[in-house]
């Protein structure tokens, strides 16, 4: 009887070891396969330049990103979405395709304006780049503005340049090709800019009632369409007076001035694994720990 209990004990131990090993061998494919899918995307998350943002009456750690990157010139923030980005612009429109803003090669890129305009956004249009990616982040979110109710609730953004905020006024959303000429020709000068904005409010999907003429300041952000080879989405906006994020709430994930969210996000997932492990452990010894302590009451009645 005694040796019966004892073979049940150690088969036990035996399938909770195997148990152990199928689970942590598990645990280490899926952390791997997360690991892998997330180097490409936390790069290119807008909290991991949070602290660069230059605010109201203080710029320092934003000089500090641009002497890390010289091209770097601004600051694109789209409010009620993830677009929240510095600016750079390239000597072409091919360098920071699969360049970092701090120079570094990276598959998602940047957030860059076409080389042809000016970075003082005098020119009559400006186009900024950035790739289409999963997950909301560069202009992921772009995407979004394709559905009306979501085009009609994102109004404004604002764009920081020269030591200046100045507002975006979204008013147009259009689905074009990558290869059309005319959107995409920047820099648009004398009776052309009505033949543009003219084109550009035809093509559009969706339009806002506000007054844009050619005296403004138009700023386009393209970003690839997923349902087109060459298609591309197009978020059209006009410059004016800076104005409140109306989707800004203080939150208890922001202390200190910066999002703690964000900060939580930007931990490796492999000191998480390592916390995950460490978890287990504890709990794995804690049982062990019981059984011995049932193991060694029954010898006690057993004598």
């Given at each position: 009887m005694r040796f019966g209990r004892k073979g049940i004990r150690l088969l036990d131990s035996i399938i909770n070891l195997m148990v152990l090993l199928l689970f942590l061998a598990g645990t280490a494919v899926g952390v791997y396969a997360l690991w892998d899918s997330r180097q490409l995307y936390q790069e290119a998350e807008a909290e991991r330049y949070e602290q660069y943002k230059p605010t109201a009456g203080d710029n320092?750690?934003?000089?500090?990103?641009?002497?890390?990157?010289?091209?770097?010139?601004?600051?694109?923030?789209?409010?009620?979405?993830?677009?929240?980005y510095p600016l750079v612009q390239g000597e072409d429109n091919v360098t920071y395709v699969n360049t970092s803003v701090t120079g570094e090669s990276l598959l998602s890129g940047s957030i860059f304006l076409d080389y042809r305009n000016r970075q003082d956004f005098s020119d009559f249009n400006s186009i900024i780049h950035g790739h289409h990616m999963e997950r909301q982040i560069m202009f992921g979110d772009i995407g979004q503005f394709a559905q009306k109710t979501y085009f009609e609730e994102h109004q404004y953004g604002n764009l920081y340049v020269d030591g200046q905020d100045y507002g975006i006024e979204f008013f147009a959303f259009l689905h074009a090709d990558a290869y059309d000429r005319t959107i995409y020709s920047p820099a648009i000068t004398g009776e052309g800019r009505q033949d543009y904005l003219e084109y550009l409010l035809d093509a559009a999907m969706y339009t806002r009632q506000i007054s844009v003429g050619t005296s403004d300041h138009l700023v386009l952000l393209s970003t690839c369409a997923s349902d087109a080879t060459n298609g591309r989405h197009i978020l059209a906006g006009k410059l004016g007076t800076a104005v409140e994020d109306p989707f800004r709430k203080e939150t208890s994930w922001e202390f200190g001035g910066r999002n703690l969210r964000g900060w939580l996000r930007r931990i490796p997932v492999w000191l998480w694994a390592i916390l995950l492990l460490v978890l287990l452990l504890v709990i794995v010894k804690r049982k062990k720990d019981r059984?011995?302590?049932?193991?060694?009451?029954?010898?006690?009645k057993e004598k």
């Open positions: 320092l750690t934003f000089n500090q990103l641009r002497q890390i990157n010289p091209d770097v010139f601004g600051w694109l923030t789209v409010y009620g979405t993830h677009i929240d059984k011995r302590k049932d193991a060694s009451n029954e010898q006690k």
